[in-house]
């Protein structure tokens, strides 16, 4: 049991008396751990393109398979477990949702700290590029970026952090910006302590509440982002079904009754970006005492 009297032990605490926050993120916790054990639980592999029948294409929800096994949410066009298939896709979602808001995170964070911290021409031209990239939409940004670099994790990854860090950056650079004309800071820096050190040990950690909420937002965003992209042909190659991608490949499906192929991947999406998002949600209203209720 956490220590009530430690900041995590009060953080939660005090996070545990939302019981729809607590059910959210518990949510966000089992669709993690369905995605980590997505081989052990999947009854079968759809990345295994020489085990899959197009005889089982199609198939609605409880048909029996060539594979002998029961596909309890049907099967996609291309004879995929759809069960399978929504776990995988988890994975896929979870991984690019976490890698692309990390990369964000450290990138805009620095900069945004930077910017703050030396002023002048430096942050004119941060801040000057920050706003200018948050004048277009993200995922209008993404779209071109992506179809630049062509298909793949890594590219997907570095489109979204190329849409995304600059919503950091913004937030780093307001927390910053506050923190550096506070009496500590002066305090630290006519100490013999380098810049560095005053900046990862007494600016940083000051700056960090806003940008963990920030962080679990464009973590969510990111998901629905890779989505989008993978819906519209230009995410992931075919190989690695995406929920995107699930729902992309059942759409021509939906007017001549075989709603699963989309329906059931796009509730597992829907599912997990507002669970994310009631997650921050909580975590915002906690660290901000003014938006509580």
Request: with cysteine.
């Amino acid at each position: 049991m956490k220590n009530a009297s430690s900041p995590l032990g009060r953080f939660w605490q005090e996070y545990r008396e939302n019981k729809i926050a607590v059910v959210a993120l518990a949510v966000v916790v089992l669709m993690i751990l369905m995605a980590l054990f997505a081989a052990v639980i999947s009854p079968q592999n759809p990345y295994d393109l020489a085990n899959l029948s197009l005889m089982d294409s199609r198939r609605p929800p409880g048909f029996e398979g060539s594979g002998g096994y029961t596909h309890i949410l049907g099967t996609d066009p291309q004879g995929r477990d759809l069960l399978s298939a929504i776990f995988y896709g988890l994975r896929i979602s979870i991984q690019i949702g976490l890698a692309a808001g990390l990369v964000s995170l450290s990138i805009g964070t620095a900069l945004g700290i930077l910017a703050a911290y030396l002023g002048g021409r430096v942050e004119t031209l941060i801040m000057r590029l920050v706003d200018l990239q948050l004048s277009f939409p993200a995922i209008l940004l993404a779209l071109v970026i992506v179809a630049m670099l062509g298909q793949g994790k890594a590219q997907l990854i570095g489109a979204l952090v190329a849409a995304q860090y600059a919503y950091f950056a913004r937030t780093a650079y307001g927390a910053a910006k506050a923190e550096r004309g506070k009496d500590y800071i002066e305090a630290a820096l006519a100490t013999p302590l380098s810049a560095r050190l005053v900046v990862w040990r007494h600016m940083l950690p000051n700056c960090a509440p806003p940008l963990i909420v920030v962080a679990t937002v464009q973590i969510a965003n990111s998901i629905s982002l890779e989505a989008t992209l993978s819906f519209l042909g230009l995410g992931l190659p075919v190989t690695e079904p995406s929920l995107g991608m699930l729902i992309s490949n059942g759409f021509p499906y939906m007017m001549s009754g075989r709603y699963w192929i989309s329906v059931y991947p796009g509730v597992a999406l829907i599912i997990l970006i507002v669970a994310i998002n009631i997650v921050g949600d909580q975590v915002r209203d906690q660290f901000n005492p003014r938006l509580r209720k």
